[in-house]
């Protein structure tokens, strides 16, 4: 059983930076593929980025892709999502999932990671507000 634990989130202004963090225990953490989901007021859960076990493959939402980098640290079991140029579109919570499973080319990573039904680990969110 794979624990996630969010940090970094906060209430900041638009065209800053931010980095989440989030810290699993539980498991092997290299064993596992990270994406990052965020939830805005009223809205379903989205995918934002994500970075897969082993060879660190990532993927991105368009909404983000240039102003987001996702990295994973395997030896301090930590995921990170840099956030740049913030803007209040991006307000959220922010999740950090993870799952096991293998797979066998970089396409059917990237549509599967994109899956929220395809995780199944989840932290509890932080919130990220970004003010105009």
């Known amino acids: 059983q794979v624990q996630l634990v969010e940090s970094g989130g906060g209430l900041v202004q638009a065209g800053v930076s931010l980095r989440l963090s989030c810290a699993a225990s539980?498991?092997?953490?290299?064993?596992?593929?990270m994406g990052w989901f965020r939830q805005a007021p009223g809205k379903e859960r989205e995918f934002v980025a994500s970075i897969s076990r082993r060879v660190s493959l990532t993927n991105f939402a368009d909404s983000v892709k240039g102003r987001c980098t996702i990295s994973r640290d395997n030896a301090k079991n930590t995921v990170f999502l840099q956030m740049d140029s913030l803007e209040p579109e991006d307000t959220a919570v922010y999740y950090c999932?993870?799952?096991?499973?293998?797979?066998?080319?970089?396409?059917?990573?990237?549509?599967?990671?994109?899956?929220?039904?395809?995780?199944?680990?989840w932290g509890q969110g932080t919130q990220v507000t970004v003010s105009s």
């Open positions: 539980g498991g092997t953490f290299s064993n596992y593929n």
């Open positions: 999932a993870a799952d096991d499973k293998a797979y066998y080319s970089f396409s059917t990573y990237r549509t599967s990671s994109e899956n929220e039904r395809n995780y199944d680990y």
